[in-house]
């Protein structure tokens, strides 16, 4: 069985799976595996914790936020997108 995480319980080289609920209002959530490749944690609480989903793709969730903001950013070439895709719904340790 799986743990669901809190924020503050993400470190690096964990693999997770997020679940986030649509940008702009209800709907069809999303969900991505990937394992967490780097943590901001100053001061005791982790700010933000980086995804990495696929070869080309993290998920950046900022986790100072009441409804944190979950990011897409696509790193195929010298200038990497990002754009906004949700709010995180869950984080679920997988099982390795």
Known sequence: ???????????????????????????AGDEADG???RVWRPEDAVREFTVAVEDD?????YADYRQ???ERVETD???????TI???DGITLLDG
């Open 57 to 61: 793709a993290n998920l950046n969730v």
């Open 68 to 70: 944190p903001p979950v």
């Open 1 to 27: 069985m799986a743990d669901e995480l809190q924020p503050d319980d993400v470190e690096e080289s964990m693999a997770v799976r997020l679940e986030w609920s649509p940008r702009g209002g209800p709907g």
């Open 35 to 37: 394992e967490v490749t």
């Open 86 to 88: 949700g709010r995180l």
């Open 77 to 83: 070439g010298d200038d990497p997108s990002a754009e």
